[in-house]
């Protein structure tokens, strides 16, 4: 019999899906079997798995798209294993970490053989263990069913364990094709409560890669809604089934009860749309959560459950703000009463507000214009001009600060760079206001009507905690009476591009992704110029000017352009040919550049290494995009479609059917490899930055080796003399 099926689920994972089944693969288990079902086959055939996967592998595709549970079981019901897993398509399994997994199931013989799981950071490779497995499942463990095994009712996910076949038919344990999303957890419900053996590995096999969140908010329909809603009827009934039945107590049915209430507060957008909506689809939610929910209520003796404490929100600070304990309670005894209007009151109380605008108490005379700086949108060369021309523009009444603007010979990795006043956006960072006040005397002794800010990531397109950053800024920004924002908007494959290979140059973790897993991370946010300025238009009041980055550079005219956006348009400061520019690397640097990034170690030898390879390696021989023309007219579209009305309302209105036109006859071959070239660059600048290790010798000779003989031991105690004081008292 085959000792293991690997089933792989597969959708449109495509900048993941090698790294998945590598991670299979290269398992130190003779004979297992590689199951990869796909269930997207309108745009997958064979030929686009033909060289993805290795000999021996199973493929089957579904004949129409069925879902994440359907799949699964298609995979369940072709496998020939004496145990079986999962592997979602964009995950990967650590180095022997699936081997040691599946010789623990062989070992224990369980029913279910967990393990604890990495989260990687978003877009980078770095990891941490999963929080619930870092509290809850780190030492290896058994237990004759549930009760024996308590905080395996919260097993993460099914992808989480491997699974004994005979178990699976014996209690004809599958996927619930009805919950083509959300099925995790009601199958994890379903294995546990059935299992003889449950055991837990102690340590994490697999990373659970965590994909960067939308900055755009958009409304859940009702029918994803109605899954979820589905969800917590069918996983509440697994439990209350078996409690009933006496073959689990009763505390069982309170940790998934609590746990379901938990997942209203935190995990859904349901509560928002049940006070916001008449719909008569959420009519029915309402009376359903009502008679999910019952009668049972919570005392504070639920927060001394010491499964419960691994899991909770409560008391936390979360994205629905700090939820303290009487607020769950008063929560959990609105939604059993159906009071939805006070649920959502009591969530609007403790929600962290965004920023509004405030009136200073003493404001500042000049005008701010904020140069909202995107990457590669020609900001380094406009602030250059900024920083150059500043006595100048002093004259016309205009002051660029010098404070917060970051030295010229900044430790940019790459030469030329100049960020502007990041300078105040490290200080926000970092909680340091003195900064900002250094700022406000600058302009308060300056006769200037017209203050210019400019700095790069000002919009902070990436962070995940990109509310928080914005109401920061927008605090210290309450001392100007009057700000106009103003951006440069460039082609958006072209930036998105350029976005990236900035990303990788500067030596950071993040630069270790493909161009492909990039996209997948970033393109909706970064291509969605609504969601990114409109926090901006809301505090300020104004609409935000843009200009277009393409056609001023076709006509050598981005400063002069940037002068008239700004309101300079008459003998602005003329444009200098001399001063640095900041081109983008090519592809083969930028690559090279990636292999370095992924490799570890501390950030700042990574950065000495590539400012010492960008200074030798020829950054312009390979100018080909990294990105093919078909997904270049897919980020275009993309921002055709998330961005297109917004910026044609401020005047930034391209020829989208000339660049879809161009890149029609656009000829185009993938990067095959690194040119030795760049590699014989990046050695050379990592050997010139080596250096030696950091243990240092004693300074004083070595003592004698002492007896291991305990008894030769003495130990001298001398205390000080109020202590002795103490004690002679008391002799």
Request: glycine share 6%; aromatic share 10%; charged share 25%.
């Amino acid at each position: 019999m085959t000792p293991l099926s690997l089933i792989i689920t597969f959708y449109n994972e495509t900048a993941f899906f090698d790294m998945a089944v590598q991670s299979v693969v290269t398992q130190a288990i003779d004979g297992l079997e590689l199951i990869v079902v796909n269930d997207n086959p309108d745009q997958f055939d064979d030929s686009w798995f033909a060289d993805r996967l290795p000999d021996g592998a199973r493929l089957i595709h579904h004949d129409i798209n069925r879902g994440l549970s359907a799949a699964r079981n298609t995979g369940i019901d072709a496998s020939t294993g004496k145990f079986i897993g999962f592997l979602d398509a964009d995950d990967y399994f650590t180095s022997d970490g699936l081997a040691q997994q599946y010789a623990l199931a062989q070992r224990s013989g369980a029913d279910v053989t967990h393990a604890a799981c990495f989260l990687s950071r978003p877009g980078s490779p770095d990891v941490d263990v999963l929080r619930r497995d870092a509290l809850m499942f780190l030492e290896p463990r058994q237990g004759a069913g549930l009760e024996n095994f308590e905080e395996a009712q919260f097993f993460t996910s099914s992808w989480a364990s491997l699974y004994r076949r005979d178990f699976l038919d014996k209690f004809n344990l599958r996927f619930d094709v009805e919950q083509p999303k959300f099925e995790d957890r009601l199958f994890v419900l379903e294995t546990v409560t059935a299992a003889r053996l449950i055991a837990t590995l102690g340590a994490p096999t697999r990373v659970w890669r965590r994909r960067a969140g939308s900055i755009s908010v958009s409304p859940t329909n009702p029918d994803i809604h109605r899954l979820q809603v589905q969800l917590l009827e069918k996983c509440l009934g697994v439990i209350r089934k078996r409690v009933a039945a006496e073959t689990l107590p009763a505390r069982f049915e309170k940790r998934e009860l609590f746990n379901t209430v938990g997942r209203l507060i935190w995990d859904m957008d349901l509560i928002d749309r049940l006070v916001e909506n008449n719909d008569p689809d959420y009519t029915d939610f309402a009376q359903r959560i009502v008679s999910l929910l019952g009668v049972d209520s919570f005392g504070h003796p639920i927060f001394d459950d010491e499964v419960l404490a691994h899991i909770t929100r409560v008391g936390m600070k979360t994205k629905r703000g700090f939820v303290s304990r009487t607020d769950f309670f008063e929560l959990h005894r609105m939604l059993r009463e159906g009071d939805f209007d006070s649920v959502g009151n009591r969530l609007a109380a403790i929600k962290p507000k965004h920023a509004t605008r405030k009136a200073p108490a003493k404001p500042l005379r000049p005008k701010l214009i904020l140069h909202l700086g995107m990457h590669k949108t020609g900001s380094t060369y406009l602030q250059h001009h900024l920083v150059h021309h500043r006595a100048a523009l002093a004259s016309k009444g205009i002051l660029v600060p010098n404070t917060g603007i970051a030295n010229i010979k900044h430790a940019s990795v790459r030469q030329g760079g100049l960020p502007g006043h990041y300078g105040l956006i490290r200080a926000l960072q970092k909680r340091d206001f003195g900064l900002w006040k250094s700022l406000r005397r600058e302009i308060e002794n300056s006769p200037a009507k017209t203050v210019i800010l400019s700095c790069e990531n000002m919009l902070f397109p990436l962070g995940e905690t990109r509310d928080a950053q914005l109401r920061a800024l927008f605090e210290q920004l309450d001392m100007f009476r009057e700000i106009q924002c103003v951006a440069v908007v460039r082609r958006p494959d072209r930036y998105l591009e350029a976005f990236y290979k900035e990303q990788v140059s500067n030596g950071q973790r993040l630069g270790s992704r493909t161009i492909q897993e990039f996209m997948v991370d970033e393109a909706e946010n970064l291509t969605n110029l609504e969601a990114l300025l409109a926090p901006f238009e809301a505090y300020t009041g104004t609409p935000v000017r843009l200009m277009d980055f393409d056609e001023a550079t076709e006509q050598s005219a981005l400063w002069p352009d940037f002068c008239k956006m700004i309101g300079l348009s008459k003998r602005h400061p003329k444009a200098l040919d001399d001063l640095p520019r900041y081109p983008s690397p090519d592809r083969q640097a930028t690559e090279a550049a990636r292999l370095l990034n992924s490799v570890g170690g501390e950030v700042t030898y990574r950065q000495d290494v590539l400012r010492d390879f960008f200074k030798v390696v020829p950054t312009d021989q390979d100018p080909e995009p990294l990105l093919s023309p078909s997904e270049r007219q897919s980020l275009i579209a993309l921002f055709q479609e998330q961005s297109a009305p917004f910026v044609a309302q401020r005047g930034y209105t391209p020829d989208y059917s000339k660049w879809h036109a161009e890149l029609d006859q656009t000829d185009w071959a993938p990067l095959q490899w690194i040119g030795q070239p760049y590699l014989d660059a990046l050695i050379g600048a990592r050997l010139r930055n080596e250096r030696p290790s950091t243990q240092r010798l004693s300074s004083k000779p070595a003592q004698a080796a002492r007896s291991s003989d305990a008894s030769l031991l003495t130990f001298r105690v001398r205390p000080r003399p109020w202590l002795m004081r103490i004690v002679n008292r008391f002799r």
